[in-house]
């Protein structure tokens, strides 16, 4: 039993040390394919979601489709909205599908999107899409993620 809580208080620590991380890269540029020596000053969604889980010492491949295959699997729901917020924690990824080649068997579809669960209903992820000055690093609600169609799994690297 103590061994228990004490785990517990060690992931709470690293959710908030992920929260803590992941809110100071908040504006930072978005570049696609950012080279390992950009990382850190500007970020693509995968680079964002392994830089931040290096800094509370969990290694996380580079690609999406890689890491869509680490942790544990959050059973969603069959349609949209696929989560409520009870069912996710602070550092949990979503994925999404992909378009640029990022296909294997176990994800036939491909993977070409991650983002992060911050708690209070707010996702966090490194966003190429619109006017330049809109590609960065980013906060987005709740509702707009969860709904997205093209969700294809949810892992849970912390547990």
Not at 20 to 41: D, M, R, T, V, W
Not at 45 to 65: A, E, H, N
Request: aromatic share 12%; charged share 30%; with cysteine.
């Amino acid at each position: 039993m103590k061994q228990k809580a004490e785990k517990q208080k060690q992931l709470e620590k690293k959710r908030k040390r992920l929260l803590h991380f992941a809110l100071k890269q908040l504006g930072k540029p978005y570049k696609y394919a950012a080279k390992k020596s950009e990382i850190g000053k500007m970020f693509d969604c995968s680079s964002l979601t392994q830089y931040l889980y290096k800094r509370v010492g969990i290694d996380l491949p580079r690609s999406t489709i890689l890491q869509a295959e680490c942790g544990k699997i959050i059973p969603s729901r069959k349609k949209p909205p696929f989560f409520k917020p009870e069912d996710l924690e602070i550092g949990d990824l979503l994925f999404f599908k992909g378009t640029k080649g990022h296909y294997n068997k176990k994800f036939p579809y491909g993977i070409g999107h991650v983002v992060m669960y911050l708690g209070n209903k707010k996702f966090i992820h490194a966003s190429g899409h619109g006017s330049l000055k809109n590609q960065k690093v980013k906060l987005e609600n709740f509702d707009k993620i969860v709904n997205r169609k093209d969700f294809q799994i949810a892992k849970r690297i912390l547990f």
